[in-house]
Structure formats: C-alpha cells, structure tokens
C-alpha cells in the first residue's frame, strides 16, 4: 500500500507547494499594483495578474465570506497560508505512517 500512496502525497504536497508560492505573488501583486508601483496597463503585467487573481480567487473568496471586515486589509491569504500549512503537515505525517507499514 504504501508503495503507491507515498508518491501521491508527495506529488499533493508539491501542488500544495506550488499554489502556496502563488498565493503569494498574489499578494505581493496586489500590493504594488494598490502602491502604483507596476502598471496594470502593460499586457504582461496584466496577464499575469489575471493568472494570479483567477487562481487565487475562488479558493479567497469563501474565506473573505466568513472573515470581519478590517478596511482595507485583507488577512485571507494569510488564512489560507496557514491552512495549506496545516494540511502538508498531515500530508508528511501521514506519508511518513504509510511508508512504516
């Protein structure tokens, strides 16, 4: 059992790694694009920031849903970080289990 399960926690664990690096250009973007400090007029800028907002948006919307609002300060990334953290830590408990048996 273990033989086959331990590569597709690992291959999760690295997606979740992935989205968690995106979750964070995400951020950083949204934070130079409301500072002025890219143009969200150039072309590239501005695919990569719908790639970012497309792929972060569904999962921060919900989160939004449930949080108080603060202003202008959104801690829903924040959220999600630390839940994508919780959820790769019983990903490697339970790879490190299943690799015992």
Avoid: C, K
């Amino acid at each position: 059992m273990g033989g086959f399960l331990v590569p597709i926690l690992r291959v999760v664990d690295f997606l979740l790694n992935i989205y968690w690096w995106i979750i964070i250009a995400a951020a950083v973007m949204s934070w130079l694009v409301s500072f002025r400090v890219i143009n969200t007029y150039s072309r590239p800028v501005s695919i990569i920031g719908d790639f970012l907002y497309r792929a972060t948006e569904p999962v921060l919307r919900p989160i939004r849903h449930f949080l108080p609002n603060f202003g202008g300060l959104d801690i829903s990334p924040v959220i999600l970080l630390i839940v994508i953290w919780f959820i790769q830590m019983e990903l490697r408990n339970l790879a490190l289990y299943v690799y015992r048996l």
